[in-house]
């Protein structure tokens, strides 16, 4: 059972996403909240398996409150729901925790898929956020007249790419494809010097650029 609470100011669309998830027999909303300050003392209290929240709320704004609950409850995975598709917001939320990013206008057809994603511990984007990091991607490229970097990784680079991208840490990674932490450690590092990357979260916006994960 996957444990969810839900905040948003808007008290219609959340009583339309919680009558969604209650649909679903693997899915339990444990808790809501109206603003940031709320779902900071729900989360206290409920201790749940995922977040979905708002990303302007009253009181504390949701990538804050992302930034506090990720930090508080490392176990607990957040979505951020916004009306934006532009990169720099993207950013912030990542910046601050989140592992998924949903427009509100495609939330009711891609809600499930995305709680189901991050509680498996990957990232989630809605596909209009991911088409749009593509094509502003390709257009800087062609633009700046630059090759794409992505031919400079080796292949284990681009393995880890992968799985970093999807939030695996470097333990898991090491175990995965057989090698040492400080191996995996120097490819991350190679990874953000070959691509002029300076953190995770733009790391996995290029690979969502490059489709590398969706």
């Known amino acids: ?15 339309g996403l919680k009558s969604l998830l209650e ?26 398996d995922v977040v979905i929240s708002d990303i302007s709320m009253p009181k504390l ?11 508080k409850h490392p176990k607990t995975h957040v979505i951020v729901l916004s009306m934006h598709t532009d990169e720099a917001y993207v950013l912030r939320a990542l910046k601050a925790g989140a592992r998924g990013y949903l427009v509100k206008e495609s939330a009711e057809a891609d809600l499930m898929m995305a709680i189901r ?8 984007f809605s596909p209009s956020v991911s088409a749009l990091l593509v094509e502003d991607y390709v257009r800087q490229m062609r633009d700046r007249g630059v090759e794409d970097s992505y031919e400079l990784l080796s292949s284990r680079e681009r393995e880890v790419l ?8 470097n333990k898991d990674i090491a175990q995965q494809l057989g090698l040492s932490v400080y191996t995996i450690e120097t490819h991350r590092g190679n990874l953000l010097q070959k691509l002029n990357l300076h953190s995770v ?14």
């Open 23 to 48: 649909r679903q027999r693997d899915f339990e909303v444990v808790g809501e909240a109206g603003d940031g300050r709320e779902l900071l003392r729900v989360v206290d209290e409920q201790r749940p």
């Open 162 to 169: 992968q799985l970093v991208a999807e939030g695996q840490s």
């Open 201 to 214: 979260p733009e790391l996995i916006l290029y690979a969502v650029r490059k489709g590398v994960i969706c």
């Open 61 to 71: 704004n949701g990538v804050e409150a992302t930034s506090q609950i990720v930090a």
């Open 1 to 15: 059972m996957v444990r969810i609470v839900l905040a948003d100011d808007h008290t219609v669309l959340r009583a």
């Open 117 to 124: 994603t991050v509680h498996a511990g990957k990232a989630f």
